[in-house]
Nanobody, 116 residues
Framework: QVQLVESGGGLVQPGGSLRLSCAAS????????MGWYRQAPGKQRELVAT??????NYADSVKGRFTISRDNAKNTVYLQMNSLKPEDTAVYYC???????????WGQGTQVTVSS
């Protein structure tokens, strides 16, 4: 059974920081592209960042503020979020994806609220 379990969300003031974690089980973690996506109320789910091996990709809106990393020994992917803005408020979802064949898994999401 595949599980992606996010943690680390919460309420933070503008300019603050949070670190999200996603612990994976039931998959060969090291061969998956891992990513973080987010969905704000009334908006579509959007890419935040992905990591595949040592290669990373970020949405323009988070470049320079967020950092994605992974620890294959712990089957865990992280998202360090700094200089948070109110517009970063969303449910953040962990994603595991591989191709050929295409297989994709999602976590249940963790709420991040940036507000004073």
């Amino acid at each position: 059974q595949v599980q992606l379990v996010e943690s680390g969300g919460g309420l933070v003031q503008p300019g603050g920081s949070l670190r999200l974690s996603c612990a994976a089980s039931g998959i060969n973690f090291s061969i998956y592209t891992m990513g973080w996506y987010r969905q704000a109320p009334g908006k579509q789910r959007e890419l935040v960042a992905t990591i595949n091996g040592g290669s990373t990709n970020y949405a323009d809106s988070v470049k320079g503020r967020f950092t994605i990393s992974r620890d294959n020994a712990k089957n865990t992917v992280y998202l360090q979020m700094n200089s948070l803005k109110p517009e970063d408020t969303a449910v953040y979802y962990c994603n595991a994806r591989k191709y050929f064949p295409f297989i994709e898994y999602w976590g249940q999401g963790t709420q991040v609220t940036v507000s004073s």
